[in-house]
């Protein structure tokens, strides 16, 4: 028998041990050809998707952040609704069933809920409901595949602000489902910034702490990539400890997390093009790993279809992919997928080294989250129900 001291002091690992995911993600979008447009293309089927994501995963990545599930503008049927949606609406599904398989979570969604350019209250609310349903679909499926839903709020954080009633049910709808709740920024100085200057703002406080996670979007600037990889790390680094600690001044559990990159490939005669993202990728997985934290590399494949309205702010939007595809006519097999550059040394602790062969895994139960003190914490309390159990 456990007595209760012992059961809370269970029950209160189980919490941190449910927070302690933190290592190097990637941002996944299944819009790999030129032809593609991210509004509209339905065409990868849920198999393609799981193609792409076996590789993502066979790359020792288990965490994924997708931007929308795609859903149109149309209102929102049960059930329906979704296969109407462009093909980012798989990732949850592919992730719960590849996890099915391999009979361990071996990949995790952030599901994404595009807010920012979703252009009409149905397109926004149909967004919303497929997203709840999907998540809800894919953790029926293999349980904990989708933690959490995140709105994509882009430059929006003050935008968010009229919205607080809804993100409101929102966010009590994602508790009463097991769900967590974070938004996607890019303008997360604007958020540090608010809530040093008002630190004691209740309607402030109130719409950050709706938030389980903010996701910090820092994508490098034309002076960012001629500055290189390790400046580019220090400065990443620098804002995001703003941030936290502006948050940590208040009494909000909101946690920050971080989604960054770094262009290659543009020029395949230069072989810096994929050396400066590997150690810029590696710098970042270390330290998710190390300090504990959630980093998503944006993205795995390129995304040849993207633009970007500002050159010196986002220079190269098409070429941020761990991966590309030789777009080759209507093969999506793992075989028209090229790593850009060398694999990368994500620090990730699910061990995964060998693709190749049928090996068991190495630590596939206890690795899943591993990080530093999640050891310690394990070893505490078995010498603590040690303890017990020898004083009985
Ligand atoms: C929140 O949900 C309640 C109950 O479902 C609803 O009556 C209310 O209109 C919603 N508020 C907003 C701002 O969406
Ligand atoms: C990165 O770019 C931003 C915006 O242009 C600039 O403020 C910052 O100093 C740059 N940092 C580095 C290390 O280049
Ligand atoms: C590609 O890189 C090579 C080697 O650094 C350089 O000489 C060449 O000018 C580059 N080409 C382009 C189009 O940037
Ligand atoms: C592009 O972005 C830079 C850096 O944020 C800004 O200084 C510049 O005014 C922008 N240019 C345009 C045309 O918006």
Known sequence: MIGNPVLILVLGLFALIKESECQLGVVYSPFVTANDNPESTKSYTLHDVKVMLNLIENDNFHHVSTYSVGAPDEPFKAGSTRNDCTSVV??????????KDKKQRVLSVYQGLDIASSSTV????????????????????????????????????S??????????????????????????????????????????????????????????????TLANYSAGPGAFSEYLKKGFLELENAVKETEIKTKVMLETGWPSGMNSSNPYETVSPKILWEMMGQWANKEKRLVFINEAFDSPSASSSNFTENPFPTHYGLWKHKDTDMDYSQTSYVRKGAKLQTHNTLANEDTGSNKPRNGAIAGRQVCGWFNSAVMVLAIVIADYTLSQ
Do not use: W
Request: proline letters at 3%; a positive charge.
């Open 159 to 220: 935008r968010l602000f009229p919205m607080l009633g809804s993100i409101r049910n929102i966010s009590e709808r994602a508790q009463a489902t097991q769900l967590q709740l974070g938004v996607r920024l890019r303008d997360c100085e604007a958020v540090a910034y608010i809530l040093k200057t008002n630190k004691q703002n209740k309607f402030v406080l109130a719409q950050v702490e709706i938030f389980d996670f903010v996701i910090c979007v820092k994508m490098p």
């Open 122 to 157: 149905v397109k926004l609310n149909s967004e919303i409901e497929v997203g709840f349903e999907i998540a809800q679909a894919a953790n029926r499926i293999y349980k904990g595949t989708v933690p959490a839903l995140v709105l994509n709020a882009g430059n929006g954080f």
């Open 90 to 99: 798989h990732t949850s599904i592919a992730a719960a069933e590849i996890n």
